[in-house]
């Protein structure tokens, strides 16, 4: 059977809202090459570094302080604050990382690392749950006081997320232990009750950590207070705006203040937002919790207001690459196609924010329209914010660089034209290394009448006690995947394989027969399932161009290459210079190539391209330029700039 | 005779500098209904509306403050002194404006307005000549302690070009007094002898005004100190980080602070000097005096320093519009080959300022690639600056709008989609109020054996007592010029007629008889002149396209069109939106064509073009466009956003 995708209608129907639920890392195993290329990486090369990093003891690196403002907090150390507001966080994301690197891998020695750590951030957290070095150390009687700039909320939020990873990982309770207490306080200061503050996080993040707590301990009071933040937020008067107007309020970040509401998301109740504004990366984290917190009490009207927001984030807003947040002002969102190439922003952590969003938004309707943009986000975005030695981090992930102009030219300043080995505001890396070990929790989701293959991963994944799916792809090389089934799912149980946005034709066959199975929003469907059936689908992978809406101007005239998940780039290591002089045939014919410097596990184009000759060094001329044949070679662009700083170009010109 | 321009090389030659000097203004008469529109628009309405600006008079507008400052200062009202530091500087440019203006046309109410003005000034000077209302109303003690942020040397300077420029016109000498008395304190304040400061301006702008003081007066202690301001400029240690340090220092612009000694062009001396950097207005203003400076004095050095200086500003950072500071932070230039069209900044004020440093430049060397530059500047970025109606303006003059998309993004929101009545900082509409009067001034040089026309405007020039020439030309409609002999010009006299960059053809006659004139330096020289010779040159004007160096990363794949001086866009208003859906093609034909609210004075043109064809909302899809032809219709850039809010666009993708 060939089925022409393209051919397809998926549109959301009305129709209840599923149960799905991520499968615990603990029911996968990945033998996948590629992913355990990074797990492996991650595990045993960035979070050793990145103890490091957080330990000062990385020369060359920016300085963290953050063990050792957890020091200071404890008492152990004598000394001052030292780096942002959010400085904890980093602690916290790393021992999230952590935990769900040891769902996968037995790692005795970065346990006892996350171990001693554990430790030290229990003997700094207060007797009565609080837990912030920067107001530990210096400024307890500000604790709370400024909401909309301090992040207190914010790293409580990834220390409660570490605390779910860590124990579901290995079972210890200590860290655990430490987030209830630190919920508990948070539950009892925050509320429209006598004495309590009736605020919200300046930096979403503790919606989400708090339904998780809610899930893992079984208590509603947390999964209560998430609603009260969701709810509260963007309520009149505005919170924030109130409280700076306190008497006493000490202004962190005055950036904030000037971009008001729409930054923080707090212009108005989520109930009416259609559009997606403000910091990237609060955004996507505000809209993730709504997500799951609509699907848990199918409450329609908030679903309607996500999926408006996920809509407008993807159909509007989303870079070819999976970046989101085209302005550095404010690391935020800005109008409907504004997509520049050289001054976005596209934060890896936005990236990473809108894989979690797009699967909250999976688990309630599942779609394949969720799982295209987590793939589009990860393969591109996200596998681009890490170097290839695991060392060097990209937090700005721009599709097109000119170095000489971006350091000549300070609208650019936020773009790095090298990956960095850290950042004075260090979110990115270990939001990277939390994410990727966790690739199994955006691989499947299931029910106990369903399992969902959402990314292609080898390796296997267990739904019940009775069955078992194991999984053989070379994906991303290919879009191949046999499914086997391993035990005896039920008569009326589905395996969902989801069909990639990127292909033409799909074949589907069980123990070697082409059938023709279900299709239903974008998921090829089998059911009927037997001990030791073999579920092949193959979907054609070829390189195509990718065009955007004209309403994009800085897209206009120009295409991308995309093969596969992986959207290309041309680089000046493997073209030289001056890469906007190339245009692309739009009939080009690519074949696979080798480039100096990239990995085998990454497939590498070539395609016939024509470059304009101009013979003077005049700055402008009446004379038509020359043009010249030539090769073009392109790359993945999570790929780029592992070959020395140079010229990167996604929106190739092409000849009409 | 036909010549074929484009095969003439035109490079400077090791030869004595030239002893040119614009022709006065009172030797010069306009009949161009092209000029003597906007210099009547200037004399009958913008100074007289300016006035009213300046007076707080005109409700909508940003408050100016600055006729009120001085009232306070001069201790006839009382108050605080209100607006930027450089306030007084908006009433000298109307008072230069003024005197340009009254130097061609006889107007007694205005003469009587500026009369009250320098009355008003007379007062607000201080017993030791010292004027600068911001530090004469509250901050005396403050007086030349930050001369990196404070521009009073700058506002100083323009009030000597104001007192020169209305000495010229009128004859008076109220405002030239106060003038010399400033200029007198300045060269007793400001030099390297005991008791003095070894300082120069933030704001270059003193240093031509005191060449100019020191032509009227004869006086060259003024001349000196020009000198001394270039040459002192990039000494080490760095005079502004000294002042910085000391204590008591009072900073007003910390961005300034933070830009450091590029932005003022501190961070070398000029002989060192070999890119432009900084902020673009401050840049061209040094350039332009020490261009004079190295005539007067013949110093080969300094003048290797600026015509590098040219080269790199006109042949590496110049817009095709003839704007240039390539940067919103710090109004800066950038990188070469980086001229974004829709962040550029392209001051107003910039383009004046490179209209005058190229005028210095070819008054020693005349070659027509200065004129050329000139003409360009003028035509397109400076008369963009200012509405049909005389009474709106545009600061900063982008080759590409989007009204969603510069409203949306920040990184965009120095770019005004439509002109302003006024600005908080209101440089540039007193400065094109001062600039388009003074259009003889560009139009002709002259020294006792030669006289260069370098723009075509109808009207005469007087260059001896015995000799003058009356010019008669539509131009800018086409490129025919007719100039007529009257008087006897010495037997060698030679009468130079520049040939436009932009023409391909050039006929020249005289006495209707065919003749093969000198060519050199791009100009036309004619000689052996008599009474009642008529000398006419036909340049071809048909409309062409433009080309950028490859390395202009955003003109890739574009093109602009030009017909004769001016350079065209695409609005909103003629072809709809989304203008980066349409391709012109490289074979074009233009067709003149009328376009609704565009007046007769302005050749608007049609051409053949395609429109990406988009048939759905989805932000990317993997299928061609298709295309439907379209006719595009385009105006001079000069004209944009006088018909509405909408899109424009300079460089228009071209089919290949």
Same mark, same amino acid.
């Given at each position: 059977?060939?089925?022409?995708?393209?051919?397809?209608?998926?549109?959301?129907?009305?129709?209840?809202?599923?149960?799905?639920?991520?499968?615990?890392?603990?029911?996968?195993?990945?033998?996948?090459?590629?992913?355990?290329?990074?797990?492996?990486?991650?595990?045993?090369?960035?979070?050793?570094?990145?103890?490091?990093?957080?330990?000062?003891?990385?020369?060359?690196?920016?300085?963290?302080?953050?063990?050792?403002?957890?020091?200071?907090?404890?008492?152990?150390?004598?000394?001052?604050?030292?780096?942002?507001?959010?400085?904890?966080?980093?602690?916290?994301?790393?021992?999230?990382?952590?935990?769900?690197?040891?769902?996968?891998?037995?790692?005795?020695?970065?346990?006892?690392?996350?171990?001693?750590?554990?430790?030290?951030?229990?003997?700094?957290?207060?007797?009565?749950?609080?837990?912030?070095?920067?107001?530990?150390?210096?400024?307890?009687?500000?604790?709370?006081?400024?909401?909309?700039?301090?992040?207190?909320?914010?790293?409580?939020?990834?220390?409660?997320?570490?605390?779910?990873?860590?124990?579901?990982?290995?079972?210890?309770?200590?860290?655990?232990?430490?987030?209830?207490?630190?919920?508990?306080?948070?539950?009892?200061?925050?509320?429209?009750?006598?004495?309590?503050?009736?605020?919200?996080?300046?930096?979403?993040?503790?919606?989400?950590?708090?339904?998780?707590?809610?899930?893992?301990?079984?208590?509603?009071?947390?999964?209560?207070?998430?609603?009260?933040?969701?709810?509260?937020?963007?309520?009149?008067?505005?919170?924030?705006?109130?409280?700076?107007?306190?008497?006493?309020?000490?202004?962190?970040?005055?950036?904030?203040?000037?971009?008001?509401?729409?930054?923080?998301?707090?212009?108005?109740?989520?109930?009416?937002?259609?559009?997606?504004?403000?910091?990237?990366?609060?955004?996507?984290?505000?809209?993730?919790?709504?997500?799951?917190?609509?699907?848990?009490?199918?409450?329609?009207?908030?679903?309607?207001?996500?999926?408006?927001?996920?809509?407008?984030?993807?159909?509007?807003?989303? #870079?070819? *690459?999976?970046?989101? !947040?085209?302005?550095?002002? =404010? %690391?935020? @969102?800005?109008?409907?196609?504004? &997509?520049?190439?050289?001054?976005?922003?596209?934060?890896?952590?936005?990236?990473?924010?809108?894989?979690?969003?797009?699967?909250?938004?999976?688990?309630?309707?599942?779609?394949?329209?969720?799982?295209?943009?987590?793939?589009?986000?990860? #393969?591109? *975005?996200?596998?681009? !914010?890490?170097?290839?030695? =695991? %060392?060097? @981090?990209?937090?700005?992930?721009? &599709?097109?660089?000119?170095?000489?102009?971006?350091?000549?030219?300070?609208?650019?300043?936020?773009?790095?034209?090298?990956?960095?080995?850290?950042?004075?505001?260090?979110?990115?890396?270990?939001?990277?290394?939390?994410?990727?070990?966790?690739?199994? *929790?955006?691989?499947?989701?299931?029910?106990?009448?369903?399992?969902?293959?959402?990314?292609?991963?080898?390796?296997?994944?267990?739904?019940?006690?009775?069955?078992?799916?194991?999984?053989?792809?070379?994906?991303?090389?290919?879009?191949?995947?046999?499914?086997?089934?391993?035990?005896?799912?039920?008569?009326?149980?589905?395996?969902?394989?989801?069909?990639?946005?990127?292909?033409?034709?799909?074949?589907?066959?069980?123990?070697?027969?082409?059938?023709?199975?279900?299709?239903?929003?974008?998921?090829?469907?089998?059911?009927?399932?037997?001990?030791?059936?073999?579920?092949?689908?193959?979907?054609?992978?070829?390189?195509?161009?990718?065009?955007?809406?004209?309403?994009?101007?800085?897209?206009?005239?120009?295409?991308?290459?995309?093969?596969?998940?992986?959207?290309?780039?041309?680089?000046?290591?493997?073209?030289?210079?001056?890469?906007?002089?190339?245009?692309?045939?739009?009939?080009?014919?690519?074949?696979?190539?080798?480039?100096?410097?990239?990995?085998?596990?990454?497939?590498?184009?070539?395609?016939?391209?024509?470059?304009?000759?101009?013979?003077?060094?005049?700055?402008?001329?009446?004379?038509?330029?020359?043009?010249?044949?030539?090769?073009?070679?392109?790359?993945?662009?999570?790929?780029?700039?592992?070959?020395?700083?140079?010229?990167?170009?996604?929106?190739?010109?092409?000849?009409?």
């Amino acid at each position: 059977m060939n089925i022409s995708v393209t051919m397809l209608k998926r549109l959301i129907k009305e129709k209840s809202m599923s149960t799905l639920n991520p499968v615990s890392q603990h029911d996968c195993r990945v033998t996948s090459s590629f992913w355990n290329h990074y797990i492996d990486l991650i595990g045993k090369k960035v979070l050793p570094y990145q103890w490091k990093l957080l330990n000062d003891e990385v020369p060359d690196a920016e300085p963290s302080g953050c063990i050792r403002n957890f020091r200071i907090a404890a008492g152990l150390e004598k000394g001052e604050f030292y780096g942002a507001v959010f400085q904890d966080s980093d602690l916290a994301k790393w021992l999230d990382a952590v935990g769900h690197y040891l769902a996968m891998h037995e790692d005795k020695e970065l346990e006892a690392l996350a171990d001693s750590a554990i430790e030290l951030v229990g003997k700094a957290q207060q007797s009565d749950g609080y837990l912030d070095t920067y107001f530990i150390i210096s400024n307890q009687d500000l604790r709370w006081k400024n909401l909309r700039d301090c992040h207190e909320l914010y790293c409580a939020g990834h220390f409660i997320e570490a605390a779910v990873s860590y124990f579901n990982a290995t079972g210890k309770r200590k860290l655990l232990d430490i987030a209830i207490r630190l919920a508990d306080l948070i539950c009892s200061v925050f509320g429209d009750g006598e004495g309590q503050i009736p605020g919200y996080p300046g930096h979403e993040e503790i919606e989400f950590a708090l339904i998780k707590l809610s899930e893992v301990t079984g208590n509603d009071k947390y999964l209560d207070q998430a609603w009260y933040f969701i709810l509260k937020r963007g309520s009149k008067p505005n919170y924030f705006e109130e409280e700076s107007r306190r008497p006493g309020f000490r202004e962190v970040f005055p950036e904030i203040g000037r971009l008001a509401g729409t930054y923080s998301q707090s212009h108005e109740q989520i109930y009416d937002q259609t559009e997606a504004v403000g910091h990237a990366v609060r955004a996507m984290y505000f809209y993730t919790a709504a997500a799951r917190l609509a699907g848990k009490n199918s409450d329609r009207e908030l679903m309607a207001a996500v999926e408006r927001l996920w809509e407008n984030t993807t159909g509007k807003k989303m #870079y070819v *690459t999976g970046g989101i !947040g085209s302005t550095s002002i =404010g %690391e935020s @969102f800005s109008s409907a196609y504004d &997509l520049p190439n050289d001054s976005a922003y596209c934060e890896t952590c936005a990236s990473i924010g809108l894989m979690r969003f797009s699967e909250e938004m999976f688990l309630t309707h599942p779609d394949s329209r969720f799982g295209d943009v987590i793939e589009r986000a990860l #393969y591109n *975005t996200v596998l681009s !914010g890490i170097s290839f030695d =695991g %060392e060097r @981090f990209f937090y700005v992930n721009p &599709l097109m660089t000119v170095p000489s102009i971006d350091k000549g030219n300070p609208i650019f300043s936020h773009v790095r034209t090298v990956r960095q080995r850290w950042f004075g505001v260090a979110c990115c890396p270990p939001n990277i290394a939390r994410t990727l070990p966790d690739i199994t *929790t955006y691989a499947y989701a299931a029910d106990g009448k369903n399992l969902y293959i959402q990314l292609y991963v080898s390796g296997s994944v267990r739904v019940s006690d009775e069955a078992a799916f194991s999984v053989e792809t070379d994906y991303p090389s290919n879009g191949n995947i046999k499914v086997t089934v391993c035990g005896s799912p039920s008569w009326d149980f589905m395996l969902h394989v989801r069909i990639p946005s990127w292909c033409d034709f799909i074949k589907a066959t069980v123990n070697g027969n082409e059938i023709e199975p279900r299709i239903a929003d974008g998921y090829l469907s089998f059911t009927g399932l037997h001990d030791k059936d073999e579920i092949e689908v193959q979907s054609s992978m070829e390189p195509f161009l990718v065009f955007a809406n004209p309403r994009v101007a800085a897209d206009a005239g120009s295409a991308a290459v995309q093969y596969g998940p992986f959207v290309y780039c041309a680089e000046e290591a493997d073209n030289g210079p001056e890469l906007a002089a190339l245009s692309i045939r739009s009939d080009a014919a690519f074949s696979k190539a080798a480039a100096e410097g990239i990995p085998e596990r990454f497939t590498c184009l070539s395609a016939e391209a024509e470059k304009d000759i101009w013979d003077s060094d005049d700055l402008y001329s009446t004379h038509e330029y020359g043009k010249e044949k030539k090769e073009l070679k392109l790359v993945p662009y999570c790929t780029w700039n592992n070959r020395g700083e140079g010229e990167m170009r996604v929106w190739l010109r092409r000849m009409e």
